[in-house]
Protein backbone atom coordinates (compact mmCIF):
# COMPACT_ATOMS: atom_id res chain seq x y z
CA UNK A 1 0.00 0.00 0.00
CA UNK A 2 1.10 3.07 -0.40
CA UNK A 3 2.57 6.33 1.13
CA UNK A 4 0.12 6.60 4.63
CA UNK A 5 -3.16 5.87 3.65
CA UNK A 6 -3.75 3.65 6.62
CA UNK A 7 -4.11 6.75 8.29
CA UNK A 8 -7.62 7.56 6.02
CA UNK A 9 -8.38 3.88 6.43
CA UNK A 10 -8.62 3.70 9.75
CA UNK A 11 -10.81 7.15 10.25
CA UNK A 12 -13.18 5.55 8.31
CA UNK A 13 -13.46 2.51 9.75
CA UNK A 14 -13.82 4.70 12.76
CA UNK A 15 -16.83 6.43 11.58
CA UNK A 16 -19.37 4.76 13.40
CA UNK A 17 -17.83 5.52 16.69
CA UNK A 18 -17.66 8.89 15.19
CA UNK A 19 -21.40 8.86 14.78
CA UNK A 20 -22.01 7.55 17.94
CA UNK A 21 -19.99 10.37 19.80
CA UNK A 22 -21.37 13.12 17.53
CA UNK A 23 -24.60 12.10 18.71
CA UNK A 24 -23.63 12.80 22.27
CA UNK A 25 -22.09 16.27 21.36
CA UNK A 26 -25.32 18.52 21.48
CA UNK A 27 -26.78 16.97 24.70
CA UNK A 28 -28.94 19.62 26.82
CA UNK A 29 -28.82 22.35 23.82
CA UNK A 30 -31.58 23.54 22.20
CA UNK A 31 -32.84 26.97 20.71
CA UNK A 32 -35.52 29.15 21.69
CA UNK A 33 -37.78 31.32 19.80
CA UNK A 34 -40.02 31.01 16.90
CA UNK A 35 -37.95 29.38 14.16
CA UNK A 36 -39.25 30.25 10.28
CA UNK A 37 -36.51 28.60 8.72
CA UNK A 38 -33.13 27.18 8.73
CA UNK A 39 -30.39 27.63 6.62
CA UNK A 40 -27.39 25.63 6.78
CA UNK A 41 -24.17 27.48 5.40
CA UNK A 42 -21.24 25.51 4.74
CA UNK A 43 -18.67 24.32 1.89
CA UNK A 44 -17.86 20.59 1.03
CA UNK A 45 -18.69 18.02 3.14
CA UNK A 46 -20.53 21.11 5.86
CA UNK A 47 -22.92 21.40 3.29
CA UNK A 48 -23.64 17.61 2.59
CA UNK A 49 -23.97 17.45 6.13
CA UNK A 50 -26.85 20.31 5.57
CA UNK A 51 -28.45 18.94 2.26
CA UNK A 52 -28.81 15.64 4.88
CA UNK A 53 -30.43 17.61 7.12
CA UNK A 54 -32.72 19.20 4.64
CA UNK A 55 -33.38 15.35 3.82
CA UNK A 56 -34.23 14.82 7.40
CA UNK A 57 -36.70 17.74 7.84
CA UNK A 58 -38.62 16.59 4.58
CA UNK A 59 -41.45 15.77 6.17
CA UNK A 60 -41.58 18.76 8.65
CA UNK A 61 -42.57 22.22 7.70
CA UNK A 62 -39.67 23.98 8.40
CA UNK A 63 -37.53 24.88 4.70
CA UNK A 64 -34.31 24.07 4.76
CA UNK A 65 -31.77 25.88 2.65
CA UNK A 66 -28.37 25.22 2.22
CA UNK A 67 -26.01 27.60 1.47
CA UNK A 68 -22.68 27.29 -0.09
CA UNK A 69 -21.64 31.17 -0.79
CA UNK A 70 -20.29 34.06 0.86
CA UNK A 71 -23.24 35.62 1.73
CA UNK A 72 -26.70 33.83 3.11
CA UNK A 73 -29.90 34.48 1.67
CA UNK A 74 -31.72 37.70 1.36
CA UNK A 75 -34.88 36.29 3.48
CA UNK A 76 -32.50 35.28 6.35
CA UNK A 77 -33.78 37.37 9.61
CA UNK A 78 -34.54 36.98 13.49
CA UNK A 79 -36.78 34.05 13.00
CA UNK A 80 -34.07 32.09 11.15
CA UNK A 81 -31.77 29.29 12.73
CA UNK A 82 -28.57 29.64 11.05
CA UNK A 83 -25.62 27.01 10.96
CA UNK A 84 -22.76 28.12 10.08
CA UNK A 85 -20.34 24.57 9.46
CA UNK A 86 -16.64 24.60 9.17
CA UNK A 87 -14.47 22.13 10.05
CA UNK A 88 -11.51 24.47 10.56
CA UNK A 89 -13.34 27.27 12.01
CA UNK A 90 -11.73 29.32 8.97
CA UNK A 91 -13.52 28.56 5.75
CA UNK A 92 -13.73 31.63 4.01
CA UNK A 93 -16.99 31.69 2.66
CA UNK A 94 -18.40 30.67 5.60
CA UNK A 95 -16.77 33.47 7.56
CA UNK A 96 -18.12 35.60 5.22
CA UNK A 97 -21.51 34.40 5.17
CA UNK A 98 -21.65 33.61 9.70
CA UNK A 99 -21.31 37.75 9.65
CA UNK A 100 -23.86 38.51 7.08
CA UNK A 101 -26.03 35.80 9.17
CA UNK A 102 -25.01 38.19 12.10
CA UNK A 103 -25.77 41.50 10.48
CA UNK A 104 -29.38 40.16 9.74
CA UNK A 105 -30.06 39.17 13.41
CA UNK A 106 -30.26 35.08 12.93
CA UNK A 107 -30.31 33.02 15.33
CA UNK A 108 -26.55 31.29 14.85
CA UNK A 109 -24.77 28.44 16.06
CA UNK A 110 -21.82 27.57 14.65
CA UNK A 111 -20.20 23.33 14.21
CA UNK A 112 -16.47 23.64 13.85
CA UNK A 113 -13.58 21.92 16.09
CA UNK A 114 -12.20 25.74 16.01
CA UNK A 115 -10.53 28.84 13.99
CA UNK A 116 -12.14 32.30 14.22
CA UNK A 117 -15.63 30.72 13.62
CA UNK A 118 -15.20 29.47 17.27
CA UNK A 119 -13.82 32.56 18.73
CA UNK A 120 -16.28 34.71 17.07
CA UNK A 121 -19.48 32.74 17.42
CA UNK A 122 -21.01 33.08 20.44
CA UNK A 123 -22.54 29.36 20.48
CA UNK A 124 -21.10 27.00 19.07
CA UNK A 125 -20.79 22.98 19.16
CA UNK A 126 -16.88 21.77 19.37
CA UNK A 127 -16.34 19.21 17.77
CA UNK A 128 -12.97 16.92 17.93
CA UNK A 129 -9.98 18.66 15.68
CA UNK A 130 -6.81 16.81 13.65
CA UNK A 131 -9.27 14.60 10.91
CA UNK A 132 -9.84 15.85 7.23
CA UNK A 133 -13.07 17.54 7.04
CA UNK A 134 -14.45 15.12 4.85
CA UNK A 135 -13.32 12.81 7.46
CA UNK A 136 -15.53 14.72 9.99
CA UNK A 137 -19.09 14.37 8.84
CA UNK A 138 -20.72 12.58 11.74
CA UNK A 139 -19.33 15.69 13.85
CA UNK A 140 -20.75 18.01 11.22
CA UNK A 141 -24.27 16.78 10.92
CA UNK A 142 -25.23 15.00 13.89
CA UNK A 143 -25.03 17.99 16.07
CA UNK A 144 -27.48 19.86 13.69
CA UNK A 145 -29.92 16.80 14.05
CA UNK A 146 -29.37 16.78 17.65
CA UNK A 147 -30.34 20.23 18.82
CA UNK A 148 -33.27 20.54 15.88
CA UNK A 149 -34.64 17.15 18.09
CA UNK A 150 -33.66 19.13 21.54
CA UNK A 151 -35.69 22.32 19.93
CA UNK A 152 -38.70 19.63 19.05
CA UNK A 153 -38.52 20.10 15.22
CA UNK A 154 -37.58 16.73 14.36
CA UNK A 155 -38.21 14.07 16.76
CA UNK A 156 -35.32 10.82 15.89
CA UNK A 157 -36.21 7.90 17.57
CA UNK A 158 -33.87 5.81 19.23
CA UNK A 159 -34.87 2.85 17.41
CA UNK A 160 -33.93 4.52 14.21
CA UNK A 161 -30.80 5.24 15.77
CA UNK A 162 -30.20 1.93 16.95
CA UNK A 163 -30.66 0.51 13.46
CA UNK A 164 -27.98 2.61 11.99
CA UNK A 165 -25.25 2.16 14.65
CA UNK A 166 -26.11 -1.32 14.38
CA UNK A 167 -25.96 -1.72 10.51
CA UNK A 168 -22.76 0.47 10.91
CA UNK A 169 -20.97 -2.01 13.08
CA UNK A 170 -20.70 -4.34 10.01
CA UNK A 171 -17.08 -2.38 9.07
CA UNK A 172 -15.35 -5.33 7.95
CA UNK A 173 -18.26 -6.05 5.50
CA UNK A 174 -18.45 -2.73 4.13
CA UNK A 175 -14.44 -2.54 3.94
CA UNK A 176 -14.54 -5.30 1.80
CA UNK A 177 -17.83 -4.76 -0.70
CA UNK A 178 -16.24 -1.13 -1.24
CA UNK A 179 -12.86 -2.82 -1.79
CA UNK A 180 -14.84 -4.86 -4.43
CA UNK A 181 -16.83 -2.38 -6.43
CA UNK A 182 -13.55 -0.10 -6.32
CA UNK A 183 -12.19 -2.38 -9.12
CA UNK A 184 -15.09 -1.82 -11.36
CA UNK A 185 -14.14 1.90 -11.26
CA UNK A 186 -10.60 2.26 -12.11
CA UNK A 187 -9.68 3.84 -14.79
CA UNK A 188 -12.96 5.20 -15.29
CA UNK A 189 -15.43 8.39 -15.07
CA UNK A 190 -17.94 7.38 -12.23
CA UNK A 191 -21.71 9.17 -12.17
CA UNK A 192 -23.28 8.29 -9.39
CA UNK A 193 -27.28 8.61 -9.30
CA UNK A 194 -29.77 8.37 -6.42
CA UNK A 195 -33.26 9.12 -6.05
CA UNK A 196 -33.91 13.16 -5.41
CA UNK A 197 -34.11 12.22 -1.89
CA UNK A 198 -30.92 10.94 -1.63
CA UNK A 199 -29.13 13.21 -3.44
CA UNK A 200 -26.91 14.52 -0.74
CA UNK A 201 -25.36 10.31 -0.88
CA UNK A 202 -24.68 10.37 -4.50
CA UNK A 203 -23.14 14.00 -4.02
CA UNK A 204 -21.00 12.58 -0.98
CA UNK A 205 -19.71 9.55 -2.99
CA UNK A 206 -18.94 12.08 -6.05
CA UNK A 207 -16.93 14.40 -3.52
CA UNK A 208 -14.98 11.21 -2.03
CA UNK A 209 -13.92 9.86 -5.22
CA UNK A 210 -12.61 13.85 -6.21
CA UNK A 211 -10.96 14.03 -3.30
CA UNK A 212 -9.68 10.48 -1.59
CA UNK A 213 -8.83 9.07 -4.99
CA UNK A 214 -8.07 12.31 -6.85
CA UNK A 215 -10.27 11.47 -9.89
CA UNK A 216 -12.87 13.00 -12.32
CA UNK A 217 -16.46 11.90 -10.75
CA UNK A 218 -19.89 12.86 -11.15
CA UNK A 219 -23.33 12.62 -9.52
CA UNK A 220 -26.93 13.82 -10.23
CA UNK A 221 -30.54 12.58 -9.46
CA UNK A 222 -33.59 11.26 -10.60
CA UNK A 223 -36.03 11.87 -12.50
CA UNK A 224 -34.11 15.17 -12.74
CA UNK A 225 -31.35 13.50 -15.33
CA UNK A 226 -34.39 11.40 -17.43
CA UNK A 227 -34.99 14.74 -18.90
CA UNK A 228 -31.48 15.59 -20.20
CA UNK A 229 -28.83 13.68 -19.06
CA UNK A 230 -29.84 10.60 -20.09
CA UNK A 231 -29.32 11.38 -23.43
CA UNK A 232 -25.71 11.92 -23.23
CA UNK A 233 -25.87 8.62 -23.10
CA UNK A 234 -26.01 7.56 -26.63
CA UNK A 235 -22.60 9.25 -27.32
CA UNK A 236 -20.94 8.15 -24.12
CA UNK A 237 -18.78 5.00 -23.74
CA UNK A 238 -17.31 2.52 -21.71
CA UNK A 239 -14.80 4.69 -20.07
CA UNK A 240 -18.22 5.82 -18.05
CA UNK A 241 -19.55 3.98 -15.30
CA UNK A 242 -22.75 4.66 -13.82
CA UNK A 243 -23.87 3.78 -10.34
CA UNK A 244 -27.41 3.55 -9.06
CA UNK A 245 -28.22 4.05 -5.63
CA UNK A 246 -31.32 1.80 -5.27
CA UNK A 247 -33.67 2.37 -1.73
CA UNK A 248 -36.49 -0.09 -1.24
CA UNK A 249 -38.13 3.60 -0.29
CA UNK A 250 -37.86 4.93 -3.77
CA UNK A 251 -40.90 6.41 -5.40
CA UNK A 252 -42.26 3.73 -7.64
CA UNK A 253 -42.27 5.33 -10.18
CA UNK A 254 -38.58 6.11 -10.08
CA UNK A 255 -38.11 2.67 -9.24
CA UNK A 256 -39.14 1.73 -12.81
CA UNK A 257 -37.08 4.87 -14.48
CA UNK A 258 -33.91 3.77 -12.39
CA UNK A 259 -34.81 -0.25 -14.22
CA UNK A 260 -35.48 1.51 -17.69
CA UNK A 261 -32.22 3.97 -17.20
CA UNK A 262 -30.41 0.92 -16.54
CA UNK A 263 -31.29 -0.74 -19.77
CA UNK A 264 -30.26 2.35 -21.57
CA UNK A 265 -27.19 3.06 -19.87
CA UNK A 266 -26.13 -0.17 -20.48
CA UNK A 267 -25.68 -0.18 -24.22
CA UNK A 268 -23.13 2.25 -24.21
CA UNK A 269 -22.01 2.06 -20.49
CA UNK A 270 -21.24 -0.04 -17.60
CA UNK A 271 -23.93 0.18 -14.80
CA UNK A 272 -23.16 -1.10 -10.96
CA UNK A 273 -26.17 -1.10 -8.14
CA UNK A 274 -25.76 -0.23 -4.56
CA UNK A 275 -28.76 -0.89 -1.82
CA UNK A 276 -29.29 1.19 0.97
CA UNK A 277 -29.40 -0.89 3.82
CA UNK A 278 -31.97 -0.54 7.20
CA UNK A 279 -35.51 0.90 6.80
CA UNK A 280 -35.33 3.75 8.97
CA UNK A 281 -33.61 7.02 6.80
CA UNK A 282 -30.87 7.66 8.65
CA UNK A 283 -29.33 3.70 8.60
CA UNK A 284 -30.41 4.13 4.62
CA UNK A 285 -28.65 7.36 4.21
CA UNK A 286 -25.34 6.62 6.83
CA UNK A 287 -24.98 2.83 5.48
CA UNK A 288 -24.82 4.09 1.69
CA UNK A 289 -22.20 7.11 2.47
CA UNK A 290 -19.91 4.41 4.71
CA UNK A 291 -20.27 2.19 2.00
CA UNK A 292 -18.88 4.94 -0.47
CA UNK A 293 -16.15 6.10 1.63
CA UNK A 294 -14.53 2.59 1.59
CA UNK A 295 -15.14 2.69 -2.28
CA UNK A 296 -13.39 6.27 -2.66
CA UNK A 297 -10.32 5.09 -0.54
CA UNK A 298 -9.66 1.55 -2.59
CA UNK A 299 -10.11 3.88 -5.26
CA UNK A 300 -7.12 5.82 -3.96
CA UNK A 301 -5.00 2.79 -3.49
CA UNK A 302 -5.54 1.88 -7.36
CA UNK A 303 -4.50 4.90 -8.82
CA UNK A 304 -1.59 4.83 -6.81
CA UNK A 305 -2.33 7.94 -4.76
CA UNK A 306 -2.61 9.15 -0.89
CA UNK A 307 -6.13 9.62 -0.17
CA UNK A 308 -5.46 11.89 3.07
CA UNK A 309 -4.03 15.11 1.82
CA UNK A 310 -5.39 17.05 -0.93
CA UNK A 311 -2.48 19.29 -1.85
CA UNK A 312 -4.66 20.96 -4.73
CA UNK A 313 -7.09 22.48 -2.05
CA UNK A 314 -4.14 23.14 -0.08
CA UNK A 315 -1.93 25.36 -3.09
CA UNK A 316 -5.28 26.83 -4.04
CA UNK A 317 -5.39 27.99 -0.13
CA UNK A 318 -1.87 29.54 -0.29
CA UNK A 319 -2.61 31.01 -3.92
CA UNK A 320 -5.76 33.00 -2.38
CA UNK A 321 -3.71 33.83 0.35
CA UNK A 322 -1.01 35.68 -1.75
CA UNK B 1 -25.87 19.33 -42.56
CA UNK B 2 -27.64 16.31 -41.58
CA UNK B 3 -30.79 15.90 -41.03
CA UNK B 4 -33.88 18.33 -39.67
CA UNK B 5 -31.31 19.86 -38.06
CA UNK B 6 -32.31 23.07 -39.33
CA UNK B 7 -35.00 23.48 -37.31
CA UNK B 8 -33.44 23.67 -34.13
CA UNK B 9 -31.08 26.04 -35.33
CA UNK B 10 -33.86 28.36 -36.98
CA UNK B 11 -35.36 27.95 -33.39
CA UNK B 12 -32.42 28.65 -31.38
CA UNK B 13 -32.14 31.83 -33.60
CA UNK B 14 -35.99 33.04 -32.99
CA UNK B 15 -34.99 32.57 -29.05
CA UNK B 16 -34.50 36.94 -28.92
CA UNK B 17 -38.32 37.28 -30.68
CA UNK B 18 -39.82 34.06 -27.86
CA UNK B 19 -38.12 36.17 -25.32
CA UNK B 20 -40.17 39.57 -26.60
CA UNK B 21 -43.30 37.55 -26.69
CA UNK B 22 -42.91 36.28 -23.60
CA UNK B 23 -42.87 39.34 -21.61
CA UNK B 24 -46.10 40.30 -22.73
CA UNK B 25 -47.79 36.73 -21.62
CA UNK B 26 -48.79 37.98 -18.72
CA UNK B 27 -49.79 41.43 -19.03
CA UNK B 28 -52.20 42.57 -16.69
CA UNK B 29 -51.75 39.37 -14.35
CA UNK B 30 -50.94 38.99 -10.84
CA UNK B 31 -51.42 37.07 -7.36
CA UNK B 32 -53.42 38.50 -4.44
CA UNK B 33 -52.78 37.71 -0.81
CA UNK B 34 -49.72 37.22 1.36
CA UNK B 35 -47.21 35.16 -0.42
CA UNK B 36 -44.45 33.82 2.12
CA UNK B 37 -42.33 31.91 -0.23
CA UNK B 38 -42.16 30.96 -3.77
CA UNK B 39 -41.88 26.92 -5.15
CA UNK B 40 -41.39 26.39 -8.92
CA UNK B 41 -41.93 22.77 -10.03
CA UNK B 42 -40.79 21.33 -13.20
CA UNK B 43 -38.60 19.25 -14.57
CA UNK B 44 -35.65 19.98 -16.99
CA UNK B 45 -36.06 22.72 -18.97
CA UNK B 46 -38.97 24.50 -16.55
CA UNK B 47 -36.82 23.78 -13.71
CA UNK B 48 -34.11 25.92 -14.91
CA UNK B 49 -36.63 28.68 -15.09
CA UNK B 50 -36.82 28.33 -11.54
CA UNK B 51 -33.18 28.20 -11.08
CA UNK B 52 -33.05 31.37 -12.84
CA UNK B 53 -36.08 32.90 -11.53
CA UNK B 54 -34.55 32.31 -7.62
CA UNK B 55 -31.21 34.07 -8.84
CA UNK B 56 -33.29 37.42 -10.36
CA UNK B 57 -35.34 37.20 -7.08
CA UNK B 58 -32.04 37.09 -4.56
CA UNK B 59 -32.05 40.26 -3.36
CA UNK B 60 -35.77 39.86 -2.36
CA UNK B 61 -36.53 38.12 0.92
CA UNK B 62 -39.21 35.69 -0.43
CA UNK B 63 -37.40 32.58 -0.53
CA UNK B 64 -37.82 30.65 -3.61
CA UNK B 65 -37.58 26.99 -3.32
CA UNK B 66 -37.02 24.85 -7.38
CA UNK B 67 -38.44 21.24 -6.84
CA UNK B 68 -37.61 18.47 -9.20
CA UNK B 69 -40.12 16.16 -8.03
CA UNK B 70 -42.95 14.22 -7.45
CA UNK B 71 -44.28 16.15 -4.32
CA UNK B 72 -43.92 19.84 -3.07
CA UNK B 73 -42.12 20.29 -0.12
CA UNK B 74 -44.00 20.27 2.74
CA UNK B 75 -43.75 23.56 4.08
CA UNK B 76 -46.15 24.76 1.10
CA UNK B 77 -49.59 26.46 2.17
CA UNK B 78 -51.92 29.06 1.25
CA UNK B 79 -49.16 31.73 1.54
CA UNK B 80 -47.13 29.45 -1.11
CA UNK B 81 -47.11 30.55 -4.64
CA UNK B 82 -46.13 27.61 -6.76
CA UNK B 83 -45.42 27.78 -10.38
CA UNK B 84 -46.15 24.45 -12.02
CA UNK B 85 -44.31 24.92 -15.16
CA UNK B 86 -44.77 21.88 -17.62
CA UNK B 87 -44.07 22.83 -21.69
CA UNK B 88 -46.07 19.45 -22.45
CA UNK B 89 -48.46 20.12 -19.73
CA UNK B 90 -48.26 16.21 -19.21
CA UNK B 91 -45.04 16.27 -17.15
CA UNK B 92 -45.60 12.90 -14.97
CA UNK B 93 -43.90 14.62 -11.74
CA UNK B 94 -45.29 18.01 -12.15
CA UNK B 95 -48.88 16.62 -12.64
CA UNK B 96 -48.14 14.47 -9.23
CA UNK B 97 -46.62 17.51 -7.46
CA UNK B 98 -49.64 19.90 -9.09
CA UNK B 99 -51.71 17.99 -6.94
CA UNK B 100 -50.13 17.76 -4.00
CA UNK B 101 -50.06 21.43 -4.39
CA UNK B 102 -53.58 21.85 -4.75
CA UNK B 103 -54.11 19.68 -1.79
CA UNK B 104 -51.82 22.21 0.26
CA UNK B 105 -54.22 24.83 -0.67
CA UNK B 106 -51.60 26.72 -2.52
CA UNK B 107 -51.97 29.39 -4.92
CA UNK B 108 -51.02 28.27 -8.26
CA UNK B 109 -50.45 29.29 -11.62
CA UNK B 110 -49.54 26.67 -14.21
CA UNK B 111 -47.65 27.18 -17.35
CA UNK B 112 -47.98 25.00 -20.00
CA UNK B 113 -49.15 24.81 -23.42
CA UNK B 114 -51.80 22.23 -23.19
CA UNK B 115 -52.10 19.05 -21.61
CA UNK B 116 -53.75 18.12 -18.78
CA UNK B 117 -52.09 20.57 -16.47
CA UNK B 118 -53.74 22.99 -19.13
CA UNK B 119 -56.97 21.07 -17.91
CA UNK B 120 -56.73 20.79 -14.59
CA UNK B 121 -54.76 24.08 -13.26
CA UNK B 122 -57.62 26.84 -13.15
CA UNK B 123 -55.26 29.83 -13.37
CA UNK B 124 -52.40 29.42 -16.73
CA UNK B 125 -50.56 31.15 -18.69
CA UNK B 126 -50.58 29.43 -21.96
CA UNK B 127 -47.62 29.43 -24.56
CA UNK B 128 -47.27 28.28 -27.81
CA UNK B 129 -46.86 24.59 -28.70
CA UNK B 130 -44.67 22.98 -31.19
CA UNK B 131 -41.30 23.23 -29.53
CA UNK B 132 -39.44 21.27 -28.09
CA UNK B 133 -39.65 22.25 -24.67
CA UNK B 134 -36.09 23.15 -23.88
CA UNK B 135 -36.50 25.26 -26.93
CA UNK B 136 -39.20 27.28 -24.97
CA UNK B 137 -36.97 28.88 -22.50
CA UNK B 138 -38.45 31.97 -22.78
CA UNK B 139 -41.47 31.40 -22.32
CA UNK B 140 -41.17 28.98 -20.13
CA UNK B 141 -39.66 31.53 -17.85
CA UNK B 142 -40.53 35.14 -18.59
CA UNK B 143 -44.28 34.68 -18.03
CA UNK B 144 -43.63 33.84 -13.91
CA UNK B 145 -40.99 37.04 -13.79
CA UNK B 146 -43.23 39.46 -15.31
CA UNK B 147 -46.37 37.78 -13.31
CA UNK B 148 -43.90 38.57 -9.76
CA UNK B 149 -43.13 41.73 -11.44
CA UNK B 150 -47.21 42.78 -11.65
CA UNK B 151 -47.61 41.66 -7.94
CA UNK B 152 -44.73 43.69 -6.64
CA UNK B 153 -42.60 40.85 -5.71
CA UNK B 154 -39.50 42.18 -7.63
CA UNK B 155 -39.16 45.18 -9.93
CA UNK B 156 -37.90 44.33 -13.72
CA UNK B 157 -36.51 47.89 -15.12
CA UNK B 158 -37.94 48.69 -18.34
CA UNK B 159 -34.12 49.27 -19.21
CA UNK B 160 -32.98 45.94 -17.86
CA UNK B 161 -35.16 44.06 -20.31
CA UNK B 162 -34.35 46.56 -23.50
CA UNK B 163 -30.22 46.02 -22.88
CA UNK B 164 -31.05 42.41 -22.74
CA UNK B 165 -33.20 42.80 -26.31
CA UNK B 166 -30.59 44.57 -27.66
CA UNK B 167 -27.43 42.46 -26.85
CA UNK B 168 -29.50 39.19 -27.82
CA UNK B 169 -29.98 41.02 -31.24
CA UNK B 170 -26.84 40.54 -32.55
CA UNK B 171 -28.06 36.58 -33.37
CA UNK B 172 -25.03 35.98 -35.97
CA UNK B 173 -22.51 37.28 -33.36
CA UNK B 174 -23.95 34.68 -30.96
CA UNK B 175 -23.95 31.88 -33.90
CA UNK B 176 -20.33 32.52 -35.26
CA UNK B 177 -19.11 32.15 -31.58
CA UNK B 178 -20.74 29.25 -31.03
CA UNK B 179 -19.67 27.48 -33.92
CA UNK B 180 -16.46 28.75 -32.83
CA UNK B 181 -16.53 26.90 -29.55
CA UNK B 182 -18.26 23.82 -30.76
CA UNK B 183 -15.09 23.22 -33.13
CA UNK B 184 -12.88 23.31 -29.53
CA UNK B 185 -15.59 20.90 -27.41
CA UNK B 186 -15.68 17.84 -30.32
CA UNK B 187 -14.76 14.47 -29.16
CA UNK B 188 -14.46 16.24 -25.29
CA UNK B 189 -16.04 15.94 -22.53
CA UNK B 190 -17.25 19.50 -21.25
CA UNK B 191 -17.37 20.67 -17.75
CA UNK B 192 -19.10 23.92 -17.52
CA UNK B 193 -18.79 26.12 -14.52
CA UNK B 194 -19.79 29.52 -13.33
CA UNK B 195 -20.64 31.48 -10.09
CA UNK B 196 -23.36 30.05 -7.53
CA UNK B 197 -25.07 33.12 -8.86
CA UNK B 198 -25.27 31.82 -12.58
CA UNK B 199 -25.01 28.12 -11.69
CA UNK B 200 -27.95 27.94 -13.85
CA UNK B 201 -26.60 29.24 -17.03
CA UNK B 202 -24.12 26.68 -16.41
CA UNK B 203 -26.36 23.70 -15.44
CA UNK B 204 -28.54 24.94 -19.14
CA UNK B 205 -25.41 24.57 -21.52
CA UNK B 206 -24.76 20.96 -19.75
CA UNK B 207 -28.21 20.04 -20.55
CA UNK B 208 -28.61 21.45 -23.66
CA UNK B 209 -25.22 19.40 -24.79
CA UNK B 210 -26.85 16.60 -23.37
CA UNK B 211 -30.01 17.00 -25.18
CA UNK B 212 -29.51 18.66 -28.31
CA UNK B 213 -25.78 16.83 -28.93
CA UNK B 214 -26.34 14.11 -27.43
CA UNK B 215 -22.94 13.95 -25.44
CA UNK B 216 -21.99 13.58 -21.86
CA UNK B 217 -21.82 17.23 -20.45
CA UNK B 218 -21.67 18.20 -16.18
CA UNK B 219 -21.48 21.44 -14.49
CA UNK B 220 -20.59 22.55 -11.18
CA UNK B 221 -20.40 25.93 -9.42
CA UNK B 222 -17.82 28.52 -7.86
CA UNK B 223 -16.61 28.33 -5.25
CA UNK B 224 -18.32 24.58 -3.80
CA UNK B 225 -16.34 23.13 -6.89
CA UNK B 226 -13.21 23.91 -5.37
CA UNK B 227 -13.45 22.04 -2.15
CA UNK B 228 -13.91 19.30 -3.79
CA UNK B 229 -13.93 18.61 -7.90
CA UNK B 230 -11.09 20.36 -7.93
CA UNK B 231 -8.61 17.85 -7.02
CA UNK B 232 -10.16 14.87 -9.69
CA UNK B 233 -8.25 17.11 -12.03
CA UNK B 234 -5.16 15.70 -10.87
CA UNK B 235 -6.35 12.01 -12.31
CA UNK B 236 -7.68 13.87 -15.22
CA UNK B 237 -6.71 14.42 -18.92
CA UNK B 238 -7.03 16.26 -22.64
CA UNK B 239 -10.21 14.25 -23.17
CA UNK B 240 -12.15 16.95 -20.45
CA UNK B 241 -12.17 20.53 -21.05
CA UNK B 242 -13.65 22.90 -18.40
CA UNK B 243 -15.88 26.24 -19.85
CA UNK B 244 -15.71 28.76 -17.26
CA UNK B 245 -18.90 31.82 -17.20
CA UNK B 246 -16.77 34.78 -16.47
CA UNK B 247 -18.99 37.68 -14.99
CA UNK B 248 -17.72 40.86 -14.22
CA UNK B 249 -20.32 41.05 -11.23
CA UNK B 250 -18.81 38.10 -10.00
CA UNK B 251 -17.15 38.49 -6.30
CA UNK B 252 -13.79 39.18 -6.36
CA UNK B 253 -12.91 36.47 -4.01
CA UNK B 254 -14.75 34.23 -6.72
CA UNK B 255 -12.73 36.05 -9.69
CA UNK B 256 -9.32 34.94 -7.60
CA UNK B 257 -10.45 31.56 -7.78
CA UNK B 258 -11.31 30.91 -11.23
CA UNK B 259 -7.69 32.44 -12.16
CA UNK B 260 -6.35 29.87 -9.77
CA UNK B 261 -8.46 27.02 -11.18
CA UNK B 262 -7.67 27.71 -14.54
CA UNK B 263 -4.03 27.41 -14.11
CA UNK B 264 -4.44 24.29 -12.31
CA UNK B 265 -7.21 23.03 -14.17
CA UNK B 266 -4.98 23.74 -17.44
CA UNK B 267 -1.80 21.42 -16.48
CA UNK B 268 -4.47 18.51 -17.22
CA UNK B 269 -6.72 19.87 -19.23
CA UNK B 270 -8.12 22.07 -21.59
CA UNK B 271 -9.85 25.26 -20.23
CA UNK B 272 -12.22 28.07 -22.18
CA UNK B 273 -13.52 31.18 -20.98
CA UNK B 274 -17.12 32.74 -21.98
CA UNK B 275 -17.80 36.29 -20.72
CA UNK B 276 -21.54 37.24 -19.84
CA UNK B 277 -22.18 40.42 -21.85
CA UNK B 278 -24.20 42.95 -20.65
CA UNK B 279 -24.65 45.07 -17.02
CA UNK B 280 -28.35 44.04 -16.33
CA UNK B 281 -28.75 40.36 -14.29
CA UNK B 282 -31.08 39.38 -17.41
CA UNK B 283 -28.54 40.20 -20.08
CA UNK B 284 -25.98 39.06 -18.60
CA UNK B 285 -27.75 35.29 -18.23
CA UNK B 286 -29.91 35.27 -21.35
CA UNK B 287 -27.01 36.06 -23.65
CA UNK B 288 -24.58 33.54 -22.00
CA UNK B 289 -27.82 31.32 -22.27
CA UNK B 290 -27.91 32.30 -26.14
CA UNK B 291 -24.43 31.70 -26.45
CA UNK B 292 -24.64 27.84 -25.32
CA UNK B 293 -27.98 27.12 -27.06
CA UNK B 294 -25.32 27.87 -30.52
CA UNK B 295 -22.35 25.76 -28.93
CA UNK B 296 -25.07 22.43 -28.57
CA UNK B 297 -26.53 23.00 -31.77
CA UNK B 298 -22.91 22.92 -33.69
CA UNK B 299 -21.91 20.26 -30.98
CA UNK B 300 -24.66 17.81 -32.70
CA UNK B 301 -23.24 19.05 -36.03
CA UNK B 302 -20.07 18.19 -35.23
CA UNK B 303 -21.60 14.78 -33.85
CA UNK B 304 -23.37 14.29 -36.61
CA UNK B 305 -26.72 13.55 -34.80
CA UNK B 306 -30.11 15.37 -35.37
CA UNK B 307 -30.40 18.53 -32.27
CA UNK B 308 -34.13 18.47 -32.43
CA UNK B 309 -34.91 14.63 -31.68
CA UNK B 310 -34.52 12.88 -28.48
CA UNK B 311 -35.22 9.36 -28.98
CA UNK B 312 -34.21 8.03 -26.01
CA UNK B 313 -36.78 9.87 -23.58
CA UNK B 314 -39.20 9.74 -25.74
CA UNK B 315 -38.25 5.42 -25.80
CA UNK B 316 -38.37 5.83 -22.01
CA UNK B 317 -41.83 7.62 -21.80
CA UNK B 318 -43.13 4.50 -23.95
CA UNK B 319 -41.67 2.12 -21.77
CA UNK B 320 -42.34 3.86 -18.69
CA UNK B 321 -46.49 3.96 -19.75
CA UNK B 322 -46.06 0.13 -20.57
Given at each position: ?????Q???????????????????????????????????G???S?????????????T??????????????????????????????????????????????????I?????????????????????????????????????????????????????????????????A?????K???????I????????????R?????????????????????????I????????????????????????????????????V??????????????????????????????????W?R??????????????????
Open positions: MPLDSNMLQVIKDFPKQCREALGLPAGISVSGEIKNIVVTMGGAIGGDLLKTCLSNNIPVYVNRDYKVPEFVNENTLVFAVSYSGDTEETLAAFEDAQNKNAKIIGTSGGKLADECSKIIKIPSGLQPRAALGYLFFPMLGILHNTGIVRVKNDELNEMVDILKKTGEFNDGEELAKLKEKIPIYASEMLGAVALWKTQINENAKMAAFYNVFSEMNHNEVGYKGMDRKFIAIMVRDRHDNDRVKKRMDICKEIMETTDVEEVQTQGNGLLARIFSTIYLGDFVSYYLALNVDPTPIEVIEEMKRKLAE
